[in-house]
Protein backbone atom coordinates (compact mmCIF):
# COMPACT_ATOMS: atom_id res chain seq x y z
CA UNK A 1 0.00 0.00 0.00
CA UNK A 2 1.23 3.68 -1.08
CA UNK A 3 2.23 5.71 1.82
CA UNK A 4 1.63 9.53 1.22
CA UNK A 5 4.00 11.81 3.74
CA UNK A 6 3.28 15.35 4.34
CA UNK A 7 6.72 17.21 4.33
CA UNK A 8 8.40 20.18 4.87
CA UNK A 9 12.39 19.97 3.83
CA UNK A 10 14.33 20.50 7.30
CA UNK A 11 11.79 19.40 9.13
CA UNK A 12 10.54 15.97 10.99
CA UNK A 13 9.11 14.86 7.97
CA UNK A 14 12.40 13.87 6.33
CA UNK A 15 12.89 11.76 8.89
CA UNK A 16 9.56 9.35 8.78
CA UNK A 17 11.04 9.63 4.66
CA UNK A 18 14.63 8.25 5.60
CA UNK A 19 12.59 5.34 7.04
CA UNK A 20 10.16 4.56 4.59
CA UNK A 21 13.62 4.85 2.23
CA UNK A 22 14.92 2.13 4.67
CA UNK A 23 12.10 0.17 4.39
CA UNK A 24 11.97 0.37 0.63
CA UNK A 25 8.05 1.44 0.64
CA UNK A 26 6.16 2.86 -1.83
CA UNK A 27 5.63 6.72 -1.04
CA UNK A 28 4.83 9.75 -2.23
CA UNK A 29 5.50 13.49 -0.60
CA UNK A 30 2.76 16.50 -0.54
CA UNK A 31 4.48 19.09 -0.33
CA UNK A 32 3.97 21.56 2.58
CA UNK A 33 5.47 23.96 4.75
CA UNK A 34 6.37 24.85 7.92
CA UNK A 35 6.37 28.67 7.59
CA UNK A 36 4.23 29.83 9.75
CA UNK A 37 3.56 33.07 7.94
CA UNK A 38 2.29 30.42 5.16
CA UNK A 39 -0.77 28.54 5.07
CA UNK A 40 -1.16 24.78 5.36
CA UNK A 41 -2.89 22.47 2.72
CA UNK A 42 -6.68 21.98 3.81
CA UNK A 43 -6.56 18.20 4.00
CA UNK A 44 -2.90 18.33 6.42
CA UNK A 45 -4.53 20.47 8.83
CA UNK A 46 -8.05 18.37 8.69
CA UNK A 47 -5.55 15.57 9.87
CA UNK A 48 -3.31 17.41 12.24
CA UNK A 49 -5.23 20.84 13.29
CA UNK A 50 -1.63 21.54 14.88
CA UNK A 51 -0.56 22.58 11.68
CA UNK A 52 2.79 20.37 11.81
CA UNK A 53 4.46 17.70 10.27
CA UNK A 54 4.84 14.56 9.90
CA UNK A 55 1.72 13.50 8.93
CA UNK A 56 1.37 9.96 7.47
CA UNK A 57 -1.55 8.99 5.66
CA UNK A 58 -2.10 5.09 4.12
CA UNK A 59 -5.30 4.17 2.77
CA UNK A 60 -7.90 5.99 4.34
CA UNK A 61 -5.95 6.29 7.52
CA UNK A 62 -3.71 9.20 8.88
CA UNK A 63 -1.59 9.58 11.90
CA UNK A 64 0.72 12.77 12.93
CA UNK A 65 3.97 12.68 15.57
CA UNK A 66 7.34 11.68 14.83
CA UNK A 67 7.71 9.12 17.51
CA UNK A 68 4.27 7.55 17.07
CA UNK A 69 5.19 6.83 13.20
CA UNK A 70 8.35 5.75 13.70
CA UNK A 71 6.96 2.66 15.93
CA UNK A 72 4.21 2.15 13.96
CA UNK A 73 6.55 2.21 10.76
CA UNK A 74 8.97 -0.06 12.61
CA UNK A 75 6.11 -2.77 13.62
CA UNK A 76 3.93 -2.63 10.84
CA UNK A 77 7.51 -3.26 8.75
CA UNK A 78 9.24 -5.91 11.14
CA UNK A 79 11.37 -7.60 8.03
CA UNK A 80 13.47 -3.66 7.52
CA UNK A 81 14.27 -4.41 11.30
CA UNK A 82 14.51 -0.71 12.11
CA UNK A 83 13.47 -1.85 16.00
CA UNK A 84 13.07 -4.38 18.31
CA UNK A 85 9.28 -5.72 18.05
CA UNK A 86 7.35 -6.53 20.77
CA UNK A 87 8.72 -8.98 23.08
CA UNK A 88 11.69 -8.52 21.56
CA UNK A 89 14.71 -7.54 23.66
CA UNK A 90 16.06 -4.11 23.76
CA UNK A 91 11.89 -2.44 23.17
CA UNK A 92 12.01 -0.70 26.33
CA UNK A 93 15.21 1.12 25.83
CA UNK A 94 13.22 1.81 22.00
CA UNK A 95 10.45 3.28 23.77
CA UNK A 96 12.38 5.79 26.24
CA UNK A 97 14.52 6.73 23.69
CA UNK A 98 11.85 7.85 20.90
CA UNK A 99 9.47 9.17 23.48
CA UNK A 100 12.53 11.34 25.31
CA UNK A 101 13.36 12.56 21.92
CA UNK A 102 9.88 13.73 21.08
CA UNK A 103 8.99 14.76 24.52
CA UNK A 104 12.58 16.05 25.57
CA UNK A 105 14.77 17.10 23.11
CA UNK A 106 12.18 18.74 20.52
CA UNK A 107 10.63 20.52 22.95
CA UNK A 108 14.00 22.02 24.70
CA UNK A 109 14.41 23.28 20.56
CA UNK A 110 10.59 24.11 20.55
CA UNK A 111 11.80 26.84 23.05
CA UNK A 112 14.63 28.36 20.64
CA UNK A 113 12.47 28.04 17.47
CA UNK A 114 9.17 28.88 19.02
CA UNK A 115 9.65 30.93 22.24
CA UNK A 116 6.07 32.54 21.77
CA UNK A 117 4.46 29.10 22.55
CA UNK A 118 6.06 28.79 26.37
CA UNK A 119 5.61 32.39 27.85
CA UNK A 120 2.85 35.24 27.87
CA UNK A 121 5.28 38.22 27.12
CA UNK A 122 7.19 39.01 24.19
CA UNK A 123 9.31 40.39 26.68
CA UNK A 124 9.85 36.87 28.54
CA UNK A 125 10.87 35.32 24.67
CA UNK A 126 15.04 35.57 25.32
CA UNK A 127 14.77 34.02 28.69
CA UNK A 128 12.69 30.58 27.08
CA UNK A 129 15.36 30.51 24.18
CA UNK A 130 17.98 31.14 27.16
CA UNK A 131 16.54 28.17 28.93
CA UNK A 132 16.03 25.93 25.47
CA UNK A 133 19.46 25.92 24.85
CA UNK A 134 20.79 25.00 28.06
CA UNK A 135 17.85 22.18 27.79
CA UNK A 136 19.74 21.28 24.91
CA UNK A 137 22.82 20.67 26.50
CA UNK A 138 21.15 18.73 29.47
CA UNK A 139 18.90 16.30 27.06
CA UNK A 140 21.66 15.48 24.53
CA UNK A 141 24.42 14.77 27.57
CA UNK A 142 22.09 12.35 28.51
CA UNK A 143 21.82 10.53 25.23
CA UNK A 144 25.35 10.77 24.67
CA UNK A 145 26.16 9.22 27.97
CA UNK A 146 23.22 6.70 27.01
CA UNK A 147 24.94 6.08 24.26
CA UNK A 148 28.53 5.26 25.83
CA UNK A 149 31.31 3.23 23.97
CA UNK A 150 27.99 2.04 22.01
CA UNK A 151 27.99 1.73 18.01
CA UNK A 152 24.63 2.70 17.98
CA UNK A 153 21.88 3.80 20.40
CA UNK A 154 20.42 0.06 21.43
CA UNK A 155 23.84 -1.29 21.69
CA UNK A 156 25.12 -3.72 18.33
CA UNK A 157 22.27 -2.98 16.20
CA UNK A 158 21.04 -0.32 13.91
CA UNK A 159 17.84 1.08 14.52
CA UNK A 160 15.02 3.91 13.81
CA UNK A 161 15.75 5.60 16.69
CA UNK A 162 19.84 6.35 15.30
CA UNK A 163 17.94 7.93 12.29
CA UNK A 164 15.74 9.86 14.64
CA UNK A 165 18.93 10.85 16.00
CA UNK A 166 20.42 11.62 12.89
CA UNK A 167 17.51 13.91 12.05
CA UNK A 168 17.55 16.19 15.49
CA UNK A 169 21.29 17.06 15.29
CA UNK A 170 20.83 18.46 11.63
CA UNK A 171 18.60 21.08 13.51
CA UNK A 172 21.34 22.38 15.74
CA UNK A 173 22.16 25.44 15.09
CA UNK A 174 25.16 27.41 16.57
CA UNK A 175 24.42 30.66 15.05
CA UNK A 176 21.14 30.16 16.90
CA UNK A 177 23.17 29.94 20.52
CA UNK A 178 22.52 25.68 19.99
CA UNK A 179 25.59 23.52 21.74
CA UNK A 180 27.54 22.13 19.04
CA UNK A 181 27.57 18.13 18.18
CA UNK A 182 30.50 18.31 18.87
CA UNK A 183 30.31 18.78 22.46
CA UNK A 184 28.39 15.08 22.35
CA UNK A 185 30.93 13.38 20.62
CA UNK A 186 28.95 9.68 20.84
CA UNK A 187 26.02 11.27 19.52
CA UNK A 188 28.54 13.01 16.68
CA UNK A 189 29.94 9.52 15.80
CA UNK A 190 26.85 8.00 15.06
CA UNK A 191 25.35 10.69 13.30
CA UNK A 192 28.12 10.88 10.97
CA UNK A 193 27.66 6.89 10.71
CA UNK A 194 23.97 7.44 9.85
CA UNK A 195 25.09 9.97 7.32
CA UNK A 196 26.80 7.47 5.53
CA UNK A 197 23.62 5.78 5.02
CA UNK A 198 21.94 5.51 0.98
CA UNK A 199 19.00 6.23 2.91
CA UNK A 200 19.82 9.64 4.10
CA UNK A 201 21.99 10.42 1.22
CA UNK A 202 18.95 10.18 -1.15
CA UNK A 203 16.96 12.48 1.45
CA UNK A 204 19.19 14.54 2.83
CA UNK A 205 21.50 14.51 -0.41
CA UNK A 206 24.84 13.49 -1.32
CA UNK A 207 26.49 16.60 -0.28
CA UNK A 208 25.25 16.84 3.07
CA UNK A 209 27.84 17.02 5.48
CA UNK A 210 28.76 15.33 8.40
CA UNK A 211 26.05 15.62 11.06
CA UNK A 212 25.85 19.29 12.53
CA UNK A 213 28.43 20.46 10.37
N1 LIG B 1 5.57 16.65 18.38
C1 LIG B 1 5.55 16.80 16.94
C2 LIG B 1 6.24 18.09 16.58
C3 LIG B 1 6.29 18.30 15.10
C4 LIG B 1 6.87 19.64 14.75
O1 LIG B 1 7.19 20.49 15.60
N2 LIG B 1 7.04 19.85 13.46
C5 LIG B 1 7.58 21.11 13.02
C6 LIG B 1 8.67 20.87 11.99
S1 LIG B 1 9.99 19.91 12.63
C7 LIG B 1 6.51 21.92 12.32
O2 LIG B 1 5.68 21.39 11.62
N3 LIG B 1 6.57 23.25 12.55
C8 LIG B 1 5.67 24.17 11.97
C9 LIG B 1 4.79 24.81 13.00
O3 LIG B 1 5.00 24.55 14.21
O4 LIG B 1 3.93 25.58 12.62
C10 LIG B 1 6.22 15.61 16.29
O5 LIG B 1 7.18 15.08 16.87
O6 LIG B 1 5.79 15.17 15.21
Given at each position: M?????????SAS???????E???????LI??T??R????????L??????W???????D?????C?A?????C?????A?????????GRH?FL?T???????????????Y???R?V?????????????????V???N?I?????S????L????SA?D?YL???????????G???????P??K?????V???????R???E?F?????
Amino acid sequence: MRYQLFYALGSASMGVRAMLEEIGADYELIPTTIDREKPRPAEQLALNPNGWVPVLKWGDQAMYECAAITIFLCDRHPEAELGPSPGESGRHVFLQTLVYFSSSIQNAFQLTYYPDRFVDQASDESSAVARGNRRLVETWNVIDGQIGSNPWLLGSSFSAADIYLFMLTTWLTPEKGHPVVDNFPNVKRIAEAVAQRPSIRRVYGESFPAAGG
